[in-house]
């Protein structure tokens, strides 16, 4: 398996703009994360998703956020409108399960930037 | 107060120390505890995992437990440049969504 996907790997958008990020998770995980890193943050959970439903999204930061999950296969995650304190990576990862010591795999992020 | 601490570093250290790296948490319920090691624009991948207390080894690498003190610690001995990465602890109660520390930034240096 290739691994979790996400596109774009970079992103450079002006203060304003709709952002779109994708995923696709691993084949056969019933579990896809959202997660934002920043220096100051770290890690933090956006969302999650269990055969594509939405399950906990307390993590969102506003309603400027969003995220689909259309199918077992893609997700995105869409920032409208963006503010330059989005700026961050944004990782996508996923699991077979959320019992405790299930292993997420993360995808290789998005950088992102609002200037 | 954060869940979960983690001192950001950096930590520099020679090539062939013990490297030693922390987390302390404030959530009894914890049960599971993991490590996950993240190079440089690249996303986070397991490195350990432990249930409950206790130590557990895996090659040059040790993750240790101590539920009493809710803190848990990851040794790295013989560290070589390799191992220059962020250690990202992270933890749960069982099933639910992992927390993870900020990052403790390691450089192993020649």
């Known amino acids: 398996d290739a691994g979790v996907i996400q596109s774009p790997r970079h992103e450079v958008t002006e203060m304003g703009q709709e952002v779109t990020l994708r995923c696709k998770p691993i084949?056969?995980?019933?579990?896809l994360f959202w997660y934002r890193q920043t220096m100051m943050r770290g890690l933090e959970l956006l969302i999650y998703?269990?055969?594509?439903?939405?399950?906990?999204d307390s993590g969102m930061p506003e309603d400027r956020f969003s995220a689909k999950m259309p199918n077992a296969s893609f997700s995105t995650l869409k920032i409208q409108p963006s503010e330059p304190r989005d700026s961050a990576v944004y990782f996508c990862?996923?699991?077979?399960?959320?019992?405790?010591?299930?292993?997420?795999?993360f995808g290789p992020g998005t950088r992102l930037l609002v200037l | 107060q954060k869940e979960v601490e983690q001192d950001p570093g950096p930590l520099s250290v020679p090539e062939g120390a013990i490297v030693s790296l922390n987390c302390t948490y404030s959530?009894?319920?914890?049960?599971?505890f993991m490590w996950y090691r993240q190079y440089s624009r690249k996303g986070p991948e397991l490195l350990m995992y432990?249930?409950?207390?206790g130590n557990k080894e895996d090659g040059r690498f040790t993750a240790q437990v101590d539920k009493s003190s809710k803190y848990i610690s990851l040794f790295i001995r013989d560290s070589q440049p390799s191992d220059s990465a962020t250690y990202l602890c992270a933890m749960s109660p069982n099933t639910d969504k992992l927390i993870f520390g900020t990052g403790t930034r390691l450089q192993v240096f020649p």
């Open positions: 990862a996923s699991s077979l399960g959320l019992a405790g010591g299930e292993t997420q795999y």
């Open positions: 432990t249930y409950s207390s």
């Open positions: 998703f269990n055969n594509n439903v939405p399950i906990d």
């Open positions: 084949s056969g995980h019933d579990y």
């Open positions: 959530n009894s319920a914890f049960q599971y």
